[in-house]
């Protein structure tokens, strides 16, 4: 093929294919960096003789820090962290809001499923507030969610850390509001099983696929999950309502009044 030829084939690449592929040859290299870490992590601590397992549903709240401090939410959130650690109840409240609060517990799915089957058509919106927990359930709530066409929310001083954020990106729209607190970090295994680096290894590059996959699917921007694969565990990477836009993460005021008249 001539030179010329070529570069024009080159040029008729839909940037879209290129930008797709660019995200996920660095979604591999992230994986990659935090399988290193889980290996070198599950060599120190089986070193290590008694120590505390990870507890069976993996929370994240935030620090018990100043708000100005390096790491801090950029408000406190309103609820007690007793009420978040409980497992996610769901309340359906005045304005068709259904409101899902506390930890996102195996299981929740399952319970979420019967509320959308026993009251859809009173839900217009979904509003979370829950330090996140099991993937598996947050991933199959975002996909009812969406669905079922129905919206989320996240209202004033809620959080929604760590799996949470995915159940938000399921909303057709998608509102948090002033001093929202929204998370995210690495996924992690939380279970009190132990497993060997090389199981560690195979569950973190599976569950960071479905979960790149899953937002995408949604709409998503893929800066959102590469700022997760960039945050430790133990930390969060917060949302700033400027980078929620960017991210596609929260929808226009447009679409919400649209959805409020449908």
Same mark, same amino acid.
């Given at each position: 093929?001539?030179?010329?030829?070529?570069?024009?084939?080159?040029?008729? @690449?839909?940037? !879209? *294919? /290129?930008?797709?592929?660019?995200?996920?040859?660095?979604? %591999? &290299?992230?994986?990659?960096?935090?399988? +290193?870490?889980?290996?070198?992590?599950?060599?120190?601590?089986?070193?290590?003789?008694?120590?505390?397992?990870?507890?069976?549903?993996?929370?994240?709240?935030?620090?018990?820090?100043?708000?100005?401090?390096?790491?801090?939410?950029?408000?406190?959130?309103?609820?007690?962290?007793?009420?978040?650690?409980?497992?996610?109840?769901?309340?359906? @409240?005045?304005? !068709? *809001? /259904?409101?899902?609060?506390?930890?996102?517990?195996?299981? %929740? &799915?399952?319970?979420?499923?019967?509320? +959308?089957?026993?009251?859809?058509?009173?839900?217009?919106?979904?509003?979370?507030?829950?330090?996140?927990?099991?993937?598996?359930?947050?991933?199959?709530?975002?996909?009812?969610?969406?669905?079922?066409?129905?919206?989320?929310?996240?209202?004033?001083?809620?959080?929604?850390?760590?799996?949470?954020?995915?159940?938000?990106?399921?909303?057709?729209?998608?509102?948090?509001?002033?001093?929202?607190?929204?998370?995210?970090?690495?996924?992690?295994?939380?279970?009190?099983?132990?497993?060997?680096?090389?199981?560690?290894?195979?569950?973190?590059?599976?569950?960071?696929?479905?979960?790149?996959?899953?937002?995408?699917?949604?709409?998503?921007?893929?800066?959102?999950?590469?700022?997760?694969?960039?945050?430790?565990?133990?930390?969060?990477?917060?949302?700033?309502?400027?980078?929620?836009?960017?991210?596609?993460?929260?929808?226009?005021?447009?679409?919400?009044?649209?959805?409020?008249?449908?």
């Amino acid at each position: 093929m001539k030179p010329a030829t070529a570069l024009k084939a080159m040029t008729n @690449i839909n940037d !879209g *294919v /290129l930008m797709r592929g660019a995200f996920y040859l660095l979604l %591999a &290299a992230a994986a990659t960096f935090l399988v +290193i870490d889980i290996r070198e992590i599950s060599e120190v601590e089986a070193a290590r003789p008694g120590v505390e397992t990870v507890p069976d549903v993996p929370t994240f709240l935030p620090p018990k820090i100043a708000p100005d401090a390096p790491g801090a939410p950029p408000v406190k959130p309103s609820s007690p962290e007793a009420v978040l650690r409980k497992p996610m109840t769901f309340n359906l @409240i005045s304005g !068709g *809001v /259904l409101y899902a609060e506390g930890t996102i517990d195996p299981g %929740a &799915a399952e319970r979420f499923a019967h509320e +959308i089957e026993a009251r859809g058509e009173y839900i217009k919106f979904v509003a979370l507030n829950s330090p996140g927990g099991s993937v598996d359930d947050a991933i199959a709530m975002s996909k009812l969610i969406r669905q079922k066409a129905i919206g989320t929310k996240i209202d004033e001083r809620a959080l929604c850390a760590s799996s949470c954020p995915i159940v938000f990106a399921g909303g057709v729209t998608r509102t948090a509001e002033k001093d929202a607190v929204i998370g995210v970090h690495q996924v992690f295994n939380g279970g009190i099983e132990p497993v060997s680096p090389d199981q560690a290894m195979s569950s973190a590059q599976a569950v960071t696929a479905r979960v790149a996959r899953h937002l995408d699917e949604m709409g998503i921007g893929a800066g959102l999950w590469i700022h997760a694969l960039e945050t430790p565990p133990n930390q969060l990477y917060y949302l700033t309502p400027e980078k929620m836009a960017e991210y596609r993460l929260t929808t226009n005021a447009a679409a919400v009044v649209k959805l409020n008249q449908g």
